[in-house]
């Protein structure tokens, strides 16, 4: 008796340790990972001349708005910005019911023409047509320069499409679609009366990951989009990063001056305000991500595990 009471004390002492031990490692671990968007932050609302001066590293040296000031001045972004909340909200509703609609009628055992259909769309997975193909594509059928072209290029990825496949194969039970049945319910009324108020989990996720695709999307605009007027955020971001010293439309605010006082202040300015650019482009992925983090763990869980 004493001898297992020995044991247990000794299986007990051991999984404190290892749970002390884990802690510390992922709170380091954590820590790293915080703090190039900690520098980011406190960065972003310094001095410019302590940020060359490397001084900014624990908490902001000088509080100024002066960079903040500059990005919300450049109209530009502002109009980007707005284009990027529109692009990211209607692709996402798309995406999900597209997503939904597709993994409901894959998750049914006696869909005709299964088989192929999954084969369709897995071979996506690993092949595609190709920039330039795509492009005439686009083209062709009247979305180059569009809206459009943001929302739809890319609504669907197959692979949070077998996810939620799996999800509703495992978590809704087959009772359910007989019982509705029964009653004459169609397959219209069990995939908007049954599946999707019992899919509120990974709707959520799809929603983050579509929602953060697509936010981040810089790509689709560069090469499918040729008025400025629709560029998103993230094109407009990339073009700013990329030429801190002169605007291709002549009117950032860094433009270059003969004047050497006002040239040295837009230096000074552009030194900050690429913290403040990263700050205001990255806030609301950061707000979604801190919403939806609770369905994340059970949404990709259960829409991992094979059905």
């Not at 190039?36 to 410019?48: C, G, N």
């Not at 049914?108 to 492009?135: A, E």
Request: with cysteine.
């Amino acid at each position: 008796m004493s001898h297992e009471v020995k044991v247990k004390k000794k299986l007990s002492l051991s999984n404190r340790v290892f749970y002390i031990f884990n802690t510390v490692f992922w709170i380091i671990v954590m820590l790293i990972i915080l703090y190039p968007l900690y520098l980011v932050l406190i960065a972003s609302v310094s001095d410019p001349d302590a940020i060359v001066r490397g001084e900014v590293i624990w908490h902001p040296v000088d509080f100024s708005l002066i960079g903040y000031k500059a990005v919300f001045n450049y109209s530009e972004l502002l109009h980007s910005y707005a284009n990027s909340i529109i692009y990211t909200f209607v692709s996402v509703v798309i995406s999900i019911i597209v997503t939904m609609g597709a993994a409901y009628s894959l998750s049914k055992p006696k869909f005709p023409g299964k088989t192929v259909f999954n084969f369709i769309f897995i071979f996506t997975m690993f092949f595609n047509g190709g920039l330039i193909p795509t492009f005439l594509t686009m083209k062709d059928i009247g979305l180059y320069n569009t809206p459009l072209v943001m929302i739809l290029m890319g609504s669907v990825s197959v692979w949070n499409l077998m996810v939620a496949r799996t999800y509703i194969q495992t978590s809704i039970p087959v009772e359910l679609y007989e019982a509705a049945m029964l009653d004459g319910a169609t397959h219209f009324q069990h995939f908007f009366k049954i599946v999707l108020p019992l899919s509120k989990t990974i709707l959520a996720v799809l929603a983050v990951y579509y929602g953060v695709a697509k936010w981040n999307d810089y790509f689709t605009g560069l090469v499918y989009l040729k008025d400025r007027a629709l560029l998103p955020l993230q094109t407009i971001l990339r073009e700013i990063l990329a030429t801190l010293q002169v605007d291709v439309s002549g009117d950032y605010m860094i433009s270059m001056t003969e004047n050497a006082a006002s040239m040295t202040e837009a230096i000074r300015t552009a030194n900050v305000a690429k913290y403040c650019i990263i700050v205001v482009a990255t806030g609301p992925v950061v707000i979604l991500y801190a919403f939806m983090q609770k369905y994340f763990e059970k949404g990709v869980m259960i829409g991992s595990l094979k059905g």
